[in-house]
Nanobody, 125 residues
Framework: QVQLVESGGGLVQPGGSLKLSCVGS????????MGWYRQGPGNERDLVAF???????TYGDSVKGRFSISKGDAKNTVYLQMNSLKPEDTDVYYC???????????????????WGQGTLVTVSS
């Protein structure tokens, strides 16, 4: 059983900043990658930012230059620093991890997707 716990969401004014955290726990042999998606009512879940175990970062077009993803010093931890927030950034933000549950999964390069429960970010004056 693997769990991802997100924190850091809340209400912020336009132009402000927030930092989201995601911590993975449970039966994790190794983490292939971790990152963030967001989803609004009636919308698809869109990529915000992702980072691989080797440190390769990928960002959604709408957040490039404003958001920054990083790995924490603690194992299986990822952060999302969000600056210059806009009302259109209002969404539920979900942490996603690509996890190797066992050594055999790692040897076969078979990673499984695990999602957190989501944290709401509201950008409004």
């Amino acid at each position: 059983q693997v769990q991802l716990v997100e924190s850091g969401g809340g209400l912020v004014q336009p132009g402000g900043s927030l930092k989201l955290s995601c911590v993975g726990s449970g039966s994790i042999y190794s983490m292939k990658a971790m990152g963030w998606y967001r989803q609004g009512p009636g919308n698809e879940r869109d990529l915000v930012a992702f980072i691989t175990g080797g440190g390769l970062e990928t960002y959604g077009d709408s957040v490039k230059g404003r958001f920054s993803i990083s790995k924490g010093d603690a194992k299986n931890t990822v952060y999302l620093q969000m600056n210059s927030l806009k009302p259109e950034d209002t969404d539920v933000y979900y942490c996603k991890a690509q996890v190797y549950f066992s050594e055999s999964d790692y040897d076969r390069r078979t990673a499984s997707d695990v999602w957190g429960q989501g944290t709401l970010v509201t950008v409004s004056s």
